[in-house]
Each structure stands twice: as structure tokens, then as C-alpha cells.
């Protein structure tokens, strides 16, 4: 039984960082491709960060670059998105989300991941 299950979302001043985690069971961390995404209400979810676990070779949304950081660590079978200068915009549900599918640049649409968590809120003010 796959699991995902997001933490670290809270309201913050915009400028500041945080940092998002993913707990997941050892079964995700044999699939090939990890991503976060947000919603914010009424809009479509939007993937933001995509990082290959066998590769390493991550991708970003140009909204993100610079700010975002997509990260693994396979030991702890943990995933993490570091967000630094926030952002008002950047108030959302951030989901963390996993494929067993294999690409080789691993994707940020929707579509294309099977494994979901539940989601954690980050408000900018």
C-alpha cells in the first residue's frame, strides 16, 4: 500500500522560507519519478518540481526557478521542497505525488503521476 503524506505548510511572511516534507513507505522510492504540485481554489493543480530518483536530473515551472528546490533522501525514504523567497502567489495546497512510470525527464503534469498525498497549506502574507 503506497503512502504519501505531506508536512511542513504554514502561513508565513512573504520573504521567508520553508521547507515541505513527504513521508512515504520504501514501495514509492522504487518507482522512478517524484513531483510536487499546488492548487490554489478554483484553478488548475499545477506541477512546480519533478526530480527523477534514479537520476537525480530535476525540472521546474519558470514561476519556481531559483526559489524551489525539489530534493530526495532515499535512506529516509523522504522527499523535500525547500521554498525560499515567498511569495503571496505561492498561497496554495502543496501535494506530493509519485509515478512508477519511467521517463527519462521526469514529467510535471498531472496526468502522468498515479501516487498522491493528502496535501499541506502554505499561506503567504
Known amino acids: 500500500h503506497v503512502q504519501l503524506v505531506e508536512s511542513g505548510g504554514g502561513s508565513v511572511q512573504a520573504g521567508g522560507s520553508l521547507r515541505l516534507s513527504c513521508a512515504t513507505n520504501a514501495a514509492v522510492f522504487s518507482d522512478n519519478c517524484f513531483a510536487w504540485f499546488r492548487q490554489i481554489p478554483g484553478r488548475e493543480r499545477e506541477g512546480v518540481a519533478s526530480i527523477s530518483i534514479g537520476n537525480g536530473l530535476t525540472d521546474y515551472t519558470d514561476s519556481v526557478k531559483g526559489r524551489f528546490t525539489i530534493s530526495l533522501d532515499v535512506a529516509k525514504d523522504t522527499a523535500f521542497l525547500d521554498i525560499d523567497a515567498l511569495k503571496v502567489e505561492d498561497t496554495a495546497v502543496y501535494y506530493c505525488?509519485?509515478?512508477?512510470?519511467?521517463?527519462?525527464?521526469?514529467?510535471?503534469?498531472?496526468?502522468?503521476?498515479?501516487?498522491w498525498g493528502h496535501g499541506t497549506q502554505v499561506t503567504v502574507s
Open positions: 505525488a509519485a509515478t512508477p512510470e519511467s521517463y527519462s525527464e521526469c514529467p510535471r503534469a498531472r496526468a502522468r503521476y498515479e501516487y
